[in-house]
Nanobody
Framework: QVQLVESGGGLVQAGDSLRLSCAASGRTFSSRVVGWFRQPPGKEREFVAAISWTGDNTYYADSVKGRFTISRENAKNTVYLQMDSLKLEDTAVYYC?????????????????WGQGTQVTVSS
């Protein structure tokens, strides 16, 4: 079993940066693929980024590529999402999620464990 808790959200201006953290409990967290998803107001949840259990492989949605960076510190059971050059359209509730399997995935249905989410609001 894995429990995930996101933190680091807040209200920022366009162009600012934020770093989200996803802290996990569970001894197997370090061997799991972890992804970040987001749900903008009134829209469906969408994939943002994913990272392999080693941290060697990462994958990003086109909308955040070059602006967001996913990373992990397995010794701390934590995955991060560094968000730079934030835009108004990045406003959403951000969720981290972990897979049971070891391959990368971008569909939310392929992730078994989810956090409660953290709100990110970008203003002009």
């Amino acid at each position: 079993q894995v429990q995930l808790v996101e933190s680091g959200g807040g209200l920022v201006q366009a162009g600012d940066s934020l770093r989200l953290s996803c802290a996990a409990s569970g001894r197997t967290f370090s061997s799991r693929v972890v992804g970040w998803f987001r749900q903008p107001p009134g829209k469906e949840r969408e994939f943002v980024a994913a990272i392999s259990w080693t941290g060697d492989n990462t994958y990003y949605a086109d909308s955040v590529k070059g602006r967001f960076t996913i990373s992990r510190e397995n010794a701390k059971n934590t995955v991060y999402l560094q968000m730079d050059s934030l835009k108004l359209e990045d406003t959403a509730v951000y969720y981290c999620a972990a897979r049971r399997a070891y391959d990368m995935a971008i569909l939310g249905a392929e992730y078994a464990y989810w956090g409660q989410g953290t709100q990110v609001t970008v203003s002009s």
